[in-house]
Nanobody
Framework: QVQLVESGGGLVQPGGSLRLSCTGS????????IGWFRQAPGKEREGVSC????????YYDDSVRGRFTISRDYAKNTVYLQMNNLKPEDTAVYLC????????????????????WGQGTQVTVAS
């Protein structure tokens, strides 16, 4: 059974940093892709970042490029999202998800391409 568990969320001041973790079970990080999404109250879920396990390519939404970094640890079967210089508009529930098949610039952010989701972790950026 494929499962994903997020951790690392919390309350941080603007300009601060957090590192989110997405640990998987029932599958390994040698194929497909892992994406990070977020959903703020009253807003639609949006893609934040994605890492292709097939070729190691990474993808970022324009709103986080240069501030967030996605990476993986094969040994721990975990994908991380390092978030620096956080802004109040980054406040949201962050979820990770897994998809099979190849991913590219046009598709990495498409929710319906992902077939397994975690429960999410809350990130709040406020002073």
């Amino acid at each position: 059974q494929v499962q994903l568990v997020e951790s690392g969320g919390g309350l941080v001041q603007p300009g601060g940093s957090l590192r989110l973790s997405c640990t998987g079970s029932g599958f390994t990080l040698d194929r497909g892709a892992i994406g990070w999404f977020r959903q703020a109250p009253g807003k639609e879920r949006e893609g934040v970042s994605c890492l292709s396990n097939d070729d190691g390519r990474t993808y970022y939404d324009d709103s986080v490029r240069g501030r967030f970094t996605i990476s993986r640890d094969y040994a721990k079967n975990t994908v991380y999202l390092q978030m620096n210089n956080l802004k109040p508009e980054d406040t949201a529930v962050y979820l990770c998800a897994r998809r099979l098949g190849r991913v590219g610039w046009a598709s990495w952010h498409l929710e319906n391409e992902y077939n397994a989701w975690g429960q999410g972790t809350q990130v709040t950026v406020a002073s």
